[in-house]
């Protein structure tokens, strides 16, 4: 791992692969670290003739933290809203998808594929749409456009993402059952639960570098970002859309409105996928990727 300065920040990364061949960039989701994107993914997909990387987003893992920012009031935030105001956040998706932009200026990299799942998938989304000129290809994984009027998640689901884990230092065995019960939930029905693989994601991201209090901040900046879809339309890039059928948390609905928002982009639904990305997939996702990279004009 190595730590670069980018768009102000420290940004902590890691690269796969030959520095000389065409760049993928896979950026993760809320609150989640950059070992999400597991090592034999990146191998695999760096073996198809691709330099990885994989980094933090900031307030994540070991890129900078803003603990200097007091957590957001999501009600004053929902009212402001509702209201149509624009309430003030720390930072916004757009923020973070100028730290992925610098992290490439920072490793000289002119464009690369964007690759991004969950809230990552918006920040990729965001990089294809800003900075067109530096995106080669996109991957809009398990992600939305901030359309306003799509199908929420299941309020169980919400319930089980926003309330407060046990602390992990004083009671370990309470921590990793909320955290299992929850990656439990949103996993989907296509292939078994792996609940020690899952017990020991968690737990390296914990000892990595656990840090609870960035997400209501990530939380905040999707929900200020708002509806992307004006802008998912001037996209160019060749853009492949993956959704899970059984997604609780960002519903398939949200999957086949990104696909529809951005010109020709392809729609991959899997079925029975959940919120969640087995290695049982790997194959398919990473063959889906490649793709897609290989429809961008350098290739």
């Known amino acids: 791992m190595t730590v670069v300065k980018a768009n102000g920040i420290d940004l902590a990364y890691e690269s796969l692969g030959d520095g000389a061949d065409e760049a993928i960039l896979l950026i993760a989701g809320l609150g989640t670290q950059m ?5 034999p993914f990146c191998e695999a997909l760096a073996a198809r003739g691709y330099r990885v990387i994989r980094f933090d987003n900031r307030d ?49 990299i002119a464009r690369a594929h ?12 965001i990089m294809a749409s800003e900075h067109p000129g530096r995106v080669l290809s996109l991957t809009s994984i398990m992600s939305s456009t901030g359309n306003p009027m799509l199908p929420q998640a299941a309020p169980d689901v919400m319930a089980m993402m926003t309330c407060p884990a046990p602390d992990p230092v004083s009671d370990e065995a309470g921590f990793l059952a909320h955290r299992l019960a929850f990656a439990r939930r949103i996993a989907g029905s296509g292939h078994a639960f792996d609940e020690e693989a899952h017990r020991l994601l968690i737990l390296e991201e914990t000892r990595r570098a656990y840090y609870p209090g960035g997400s209501g901040r990530q939380i905040a900046a999707m929900a200020v970002t708002g509806d992307r879809r004006p802008r998912l339309a001037t996209i160019t890039a060749p853009t492949l ?3 899970g059928t059984d997604d609780p948390l960002i519903l398939p609905a949200c999957g086949q409105d990104t696909a529809a928002s951005i010109p020709n982009a392809d729609l991959m639904l899997i079925e029975r996928m959940g919120h969640d990305l087995s290695p049982a997939l790997d194959r398919t996702i990473i063959e889906a990727i490649d793709r897609t990279a290989r429809r961008s004009s350098r290739r």
Not at 114 to 125: E, K, L, T
């Open 114 to 125: 964007a690759v991004g799942r969950s809230m990552g998938g918006m920040i990729a989304q």
């Open 35 to 39: 070992i999400r994107w597991t090592v």
């Open 60 to 108: 994540t893992g070991r890129s900078t933290h803003f603990h200097q920012c007091p957590p957001p009031d999501f009600g004053a935030l929902a009212a402001a809203l509702m209201a149509g105001q624009r309430p003030e956040v720390s930072y916004t998706l757009h923020d973070m998808a100028a730290d992925a932009i610098g992290l490439l200026d920072a490793l000289a």
């Open 241 to 243: 859309v993956i959704h």
